[in-house]
């Protein structure tokens, strides 16, 4: 089998809607049903990547191969490519200084490096923030941190310089730039799990949406979540042989979904909900966990 990682560094607003809901955001984000995180899940990413396959002109025998059949025909065969939910690695959130700081937590990083373990290989152990703390990379020079409306006293730490920049060569797509990618060597802050959670609540962009009439009066009324720019998302993706008896192996499926997805258009890729109104973009690198 196969293995790589899939990340998905969010170039616009991202709105990977969970569909209605009985509180007061009519069309939120989807979650994570046991912390809270914001998630992509497989299905939503799976139909984005099938889509941006078939629109690269790879040939539909080997997107058939590569993502299974075309709806109503899923009983012939299954796809060779497993996708796993894309989960956050990253979330930016406004400060005081720096316009906005990447924010994590040791439970994500340590999600990520059991992920990387998947695939033989390896990240350093994750320093762990007291409550009211914020871990920082070193040249920082911060000794406070505002996020949103949280305070902080923050203190550097080198393993964590160390882990954002493997993370930075390892996995976030060059179509980033190169601004953003050194600044996410320098602006980042490792708060406590709980801290994350709610910053991920408060985080968010909260949107009225109305629908017209042909006499420009108003329909509907709706409220919708959706995450900030800037945002970076993971996902495992896994590669066997094909099932449909054309004898691609792991490796070719592999390439043709790289070749179908990744590397075309320098690796953008339409995510979630409104298309129509620029939201959505994502650059994507696929990562076998190393520095190349």
């Known amino acids: 089998m196969k293995k790589a990682l899939l990340t998905l560094y969010a170039t616009a607003y991202l709105h990977p809607g969970a569909g209605s809901t009985t509180g007061a955001i009519d069309l939120p984000v989807q979650r994570e049903v046991h912390n809270g995180l914001p998630v992509i899940t497989a299905s939503s990413l799976k139909g984005a990547l099938r889509q941006k396959a078939a629109e690269s002109g790879e040939p539909g025998e080997a997107i058939e191969a590569v993502f299974g059949p075309d709806t109503g025909r899923q009983d012939k065969h299954a796809g060779a490519l497993l996708v796993g939910e894309a989960k956050l690695l990253a979330m930016p959130i406004r400060s005081l200084r720096n316009v906005f700081q990447w924010t994590s937590s040791p439970l994500i990083l340590d999600r990520l490096r059991r992920d990387l373990a998947r695939m033989g290989a390896d990240l350093a152990g994750t320093p762990t923030p007291e409550e009211g703390h914020a871990v920082v990379p070193p040249g920082s020079a911060a000794r406070r941190l505002i996020l949103e409306e949280l305070d902080f006293e923050a203190r550097e ?11 930075t060569a390892r996995l976030l797509p060059s179509g980033a730039g190169e601004y953003l990618l050194d600044k996410f060597t320098r602006d980042f802050a490792l708060v406590g799990d709980d801290e994350f959670r709610h910053l991920c609540h408060v985080g968010t962009q909260i949107s009225a949406r109305v629908q017209l009439d042909e006499n420009k009066t108003s329909k509907n009324l709706w409220y919708e979540e959706s995450l900030p720019p800037e945002t970076i998302f993971y996902a495992v993706v896994l590669a066997q042989s094909s099932r ?18 990744v590397h075309t ?26 520095a190349q």
Do not use: H, P
């Open 157 to 167: 730490s080198e393993d964590l310089g160390g882990i954002l920049r493997e993370i």
């Open 244 to 261: 449909n008896g054309k004898g691609m192996n792991e490796d070719e499926v592999m390439r043709s979904f790289e070749s179908g997805v």
């Open 265 to 290: 258009d320098g690796g953008l890729l339409q995510v979630g909900g409104n298309e129509t109104v620029g939201q959505g973009w994502c650059y994507a690198r696929l990562s076998d966990g190393g």
